[in-house]
């Protein structure tokens, strides 16, 4: 799910399926991770976030893994709905100790086929 | 109820008119963010706002003037608007300046220059 070119990733998943959506990010020293559920029209909504002292954190449905060794950041969708359908975009906090900046990866966007 | 809200969620103006965005959040925060997200949905930080003193202020024209009133509310005003001012600009709040906590976002004002 990493950008390329002009177009915006997309994933296509069949209702019911697991989703996996990546995010590399470009930060060693980022210390905290989010995950942003965006529908058409609406701001970004919060999903999960992480911590860099973890590696794996899970919600309602929702999983999130960090592995720092690769600064690859991942979110599982267990059992996809149609109301997942949106663009998904992971943000880590670039201001450095202390502060709070968030970078945003480029979206990737979830098409569920019912 | 709304958390985070912005006024108005269209605004379409001809190039070289000033206007303004509103933003008000509910949340008893002391952060507030703008940011600015182009066509290809990237999303960008451009001002932060902590109990209404700048604390970030990224790599925008002097056109844009953010006015913090009070640590609830957060307008954005734009002088002179260009062409390339045309996105969606989304107002956030987040309870303090450091990180570990999820910023939340309004819907957005989609603004275009005609």
């Known amino acids: 799910g990493e950008s390329v070119g002009l177009h915006l990733p997309t994933l296509s998943v069949q209702e019911g399926d697991n989703s996996i959506i990546n995010c590399a990010y470009s930060?060693?020293?980022?210390?905290?991770f989010i995950w942003y559920k965006q529908e058409s029209g609406k701001g970004p909504q919060f999903i999960i976030d992480?911590?860099?002292?973890?590696d794996k954190r899970q919600g309602q449905r929702v999983t999130v893994l960090l592995n720092k060794t690769v600064k690859h950041l991942s979110l599982q969708i267990a059992a996809t709905q149609p109301g997942d359908s949106a663009v998904y975009f992971c943000?880590?906090?670039?201001?450095?100790?202390?502060?709070?900046?968030?970078?945003f990866g480029k979206g990737t966007k979830l098409s569920v086929i019912p | 109820d709304t958390a985070v809200s912005q006024t108005p969620k269209y605004l379409v103006t001809q190039m070289g008119n000033d206007k303004s965005i509103k933003c008000e959040q509910n949340l008893g925060h002391d952060t507030m963010y703008w940011y600015k997200q182009d066509s290809k949905k990237f999303l960008k930080i451009m001002f932060s706002y902590n109990n209404k003193e700048l604390i970030i202020n990224e790599t925008v024209p002097n056109r844009f003037s953010p006015k913090s009133p009070d640590k609830a509310h957060l307008n954005l005003h734009i002088n002179s608007l260009e062409l390339g001012d045309s996105a969606v600009y989304f107002c956030?709040?987040?309870?303090?300046?450091?990180?570990?906590?999820?910023?939340?976002f309004g819907d957005g004002t989609r603004l275009s220059i005609l």
């Open positions: 956030a709040s987040s309870p303090r300046t450091g990180g570990g906590q999820p910023q939340h």
């Open positions: 943000a880590e906090n670039t201001g450095g100790a202390g502060s709070y900046q968030l970078t």
């Open positions: 992480i911590r860099s002292n973890m």
């Open positions: 930060n060693s020293a980022s210390d905290y």
